[in-house]
Nanobody, 128 residues
């Protein structure tokens, strides 16, 4: 059974940085994608970044492009989201999720519909 466990959420000041981790276990297929999503209070959950293990390509939505970076440690089955230049509007519960579909590069996962295994979420609060 696939299990994803996020960690690293915290309270941080505007302009600060955080690195979120997503530990993945129970999935034996070689090719898949990991996505990072977030849900702010009163808003719908949105996909913000994903990584395809087929070619290690990445995708970012405009609101985080240039500030966030997704990467993975193959040896430890962990995916990271490095978040820099954080803004108050980045405040949300952050989730990682796995898509077992083999679609190709990360951009092909950016409709976010194929992600079907989810972690429990980690809170990120950006406030002074």
């Amino acid at each position: 059974q696939v299990q994803l466990v996020e960690s690293g959420g915290a309270l941080v000041q505007p302009g600060g940085s955080l690195r979120l981790s997503c530990a993945v276990s129970g999935f034996s297929m070689r090719h898949f994608a990991i996505g990072w999503f977030r849900q702010a209070p009163g808003k719908e959950r949105e996909g913000i970044s994903c990584l395809s293990t087929i070619d290690d390509s990445t995708y970012y939505v405009d609101s985080v492009e240039g500030r966030f970076s997704i990467s993975r440690d193959k040896a430890n089955n962990t995916v990271y989201l490095q978040m820099n230049s954080l803004k108050p509007e980045d405040t949300a519960v952050y989730y990682c999720a796995l898509s077992p579909r083999v679609l190709g590069s990360a951009v092909f996962y950016s409709d976010w519909r194929t992600f079907n295994s989810w972690g429990q979420g980690t809170q990120v609060t950006v406030s002074s």
